[in-house]
């Protein structure tokens, strides 16, 4: 069966850095690209970032580029989510998500984590 499960969150200080890890099983995972996307209490969720398995290819929300960083493990079935620069801003649990086979947009999902919590404060 499909599983992928997120770990890495936590409290940190604003301008402090995390990465955040996702296990994916149950499919050939050179297959499917991954993203990462994120939900904040009393908001929508919003699409973070993308890769394919390889991170041959990857994709930003505009808010994030340039202070997260979305790899593979090669050869592995890891996918991770380094951030740095954070701020109260990016407050929210983030899940990992397995784009659906065929689709044409980044965050078109079948199957998504449990997710995990990350806090920024002071």
């Known amino acids: 069966q499909v599983q992928l499960v997120e770990s890495g969150g936590g409290l940190v200080q604003p301008g402090g850095s995390l990465t955040l890890s996702c296990a994916a099983s149950?499919?050939?995972?050179?297959?499917?690209?991954i993203s990462w996307y994120r939900q904040a209490p009393g908001k929508e969720r919003e699409w973070v970032a993308a890769t394919t398995t390889n991170g041959g290819s990857t994709k930003y929300l505009d808010s994030v580029k340039g202070r997260f960083t979305i790899s593979g493990d090669n050869g592995g079935k890891m996918v991770y989510l380094r951030m740095n620069s954070l701020n109260a801003e990016d407050t929210a649990v983030y899940y990992c998500?397995?784009?659906?086979?065929?689709?044409?947009?980044?965050?078109?999902?079948?199957?998504w984590g449990q997710g995990t919590q990350v806090t920024v404060s002071s």
């Open positions: 998500a397995r784009v659906r086979g065929g689709a044409t947009r980044f965050d078109d999902y079948d199957y």
């Open positions: 149950g499919f050939t995972f050179s297959n499917y690209a």
